[in-house]
């Protein structure tokens, strides 16, 4: 499909070339640097994330609630940022996608008698800042809750090709949309209840859980944005469905691990199987309702 076809979002903050924000990657509280093997490890398993790995590493404090640390401190973003939608094909690309997700979201929640807050998102090139602490291109796109902004590294993109086998314009569209299914559990309240939850919790594996069914609802809400754009927009071409659930596929916890390490350990999926992740997808897709969504009733 032709996405230059399609609105551009306004609400796009270009850093590329700005110098990567200043400073290596800091854990949160100011702990020090982390190594390169620390960062690449978590990229291996945190691209789709969805929340910023840097929580992960500093103990999970944002969201998962686990590291009995103090919460990431806000941080000074980068010198004034280009706005609005960019000149060349790849951030236009990422703008186009931007604008349908915030035409779906404002007419759902106008249904539900709420009104959609739109995220920004930060284009940047190697690293960044975020309020949700440092980002690198090796962690891949994630959502930072604390200033309602979707980090993206545009080479990911390239990434997904190669390491994951996953190409396709419609495979990029959907971890654009999976980010943005982040913004939307923060907007009706179910990434606070999950830190809070998460704190409570007993074990890890408790609290895996949790980040587990946080992340196959952002799959979801990805179908329902999917299902919403073809009905208003008719994005959807032979074989882009397949694409999309090549790419949940390609990021299941199972297959990571197993990539990685050559077995599986579910008691430390923090995303949820690669079938988990195409069931839930599919069932936004073929649904289309924010209600068939919740993850955190019943088995998953």
């Known amino acids: 499909?032709?996405?230059?076809?399609?609105?551009?979002?306004?609400n796009v903050e270009d850093r590329r070339g700005d110098g990567g924000g200043g400073g290596g990657f800091q854990m949160p509280g100011g702990r020090g640097g982390l190594g390169i093997g620390t960062i690449i490890i978590v990229g291996i398993v945190g691209w789709a994330?969805?929340?910023?790995?840097?929580?992960?590493?500093?103990?999970?404090?944002?969201?998962?609630?686990?590291?009995?640390?103090?919460?990431?401190?806000?941080?000074?973003?980068p010198r004034t940022a280009p706005q609005g939608a960019p000149k060349d094909e790849l951030g236009r690309f990422a703008a186009a996608v931007l604008a349908q997700t915030e035409d779906v979201w404002t007419e759902l929640f106008r249904a539900e008698g709420k009104t959609y807050q739109?995220?920004?998102?930060?284009?940047?090139?190697?690293?960044?800042r975020s309020a949700c602490g440092g980002a690198q291109?090796?962690?891949?796109?994630?959502?930072?809750p604390l200033d309602q902004k979707v980090y993206l590294d545009l080479s990911f993109f390239q990434e997904m090709k190669t390491r994951f086998k996953a190409p396709g314009d419609f495979a990029a569209a959907y971890v654009i949309a999976h980010e943005v299914g982040h913004h939307v559990e923060n907007l009706i309240g179910i990434l606070p209840k999950v830190q809070q939850a998460q704190a409570r919790a007993t074990s890890r594996a408790e609290a895996n859980n949790l980040s587990v069914r946080v992340e196959l609802m952002a799959d979801c809400l990805a179908g329902v944005w999917a299902y919403h754009a073809n009905a208003r927009f008719r994005i959807l071409e032979q074989g882009d469905v397949e694409e999309a659930l090549n790419a949940a596929t390609a990021i299941g916890d199972d297959k990571l691990q197993k990539q990685s390490q050559g077995y599986a350990v579910p008691d430390s999926f923090t995303h949820g199987s690669s079938q988990q992740r195409v069931?839930?997808?599919?069932?936004?897709?073929?649904?289309?309702?924010?209600?068939?969504?919740n993850t955190f009733s019943g088995p998953i």
């Open 49 to 77: 994330l969805g929340i910023n790995p840097a929580l992960l590493i500093g103990g999970l404090e944002a969201i998962n609630g686990m590291g009995g640390g103090s919460a990431p401190q806000q941080q000074a973003a």
């Open 118 to 128: 739109d995220p920004k998102l930060v284009l940047f090139s190697g690293a960044t």
């Open 1 to 10: 499909m032709r996405w230059d076809d399609f609105r551009s979002s306004d």
């Open 137 to 144: 291109s090796a962690m891949g796109p994630f959502y930072c």
């Open 279 to 293: 069931n839930w997808f599919t069932r936004g897709l073929k649904g289309g309702s924010m209600q068939q969504c």
